[in-house]
């Protein structure tokens, strides 16, 4: 096993993103993450604003990453659930 230590992030553009879409492919998992922009004028009066999913980034994470991820969320869940 290789040991590895995380080096800075300052350097990293934070990005904000509202809309996730996940697709396996093999053994990985492909999240793009996006942010939702609705049109400020409906289509036809008395209709609802269309909205646009815009891209930002693309993730690829290998199913074992992926499974510690969801592990971490179900551990954060749970002791909110407890706290309530």
């Known amino acids: 096993m290789v040991r590895a230590k995380w080096a800075s992030s300052k350097d990293v553009d934070l990005v904000f993103a509202d809309e ?32 646009e ?7 690829v994470l290998p199913a074992s990453t992926v499974r510690r991820i969801a592990k971490v969320l179900q551990q954060r869940v749970q002791r909110e659930q407890d706290d309530e």
């Open 20 to 51: 996730m879409y996940m697709v396996e492919i093999g053994d990985s998992f492909h999240l793009t993450f996006g942010q939702k922009r609705t049109n400020t004028m409906p289509s036809e009066p008395g209709e609802d604003p269309d909205a």
């Open 53 to 59: 999913i815009r891209p930002v980034s693309t993730v």
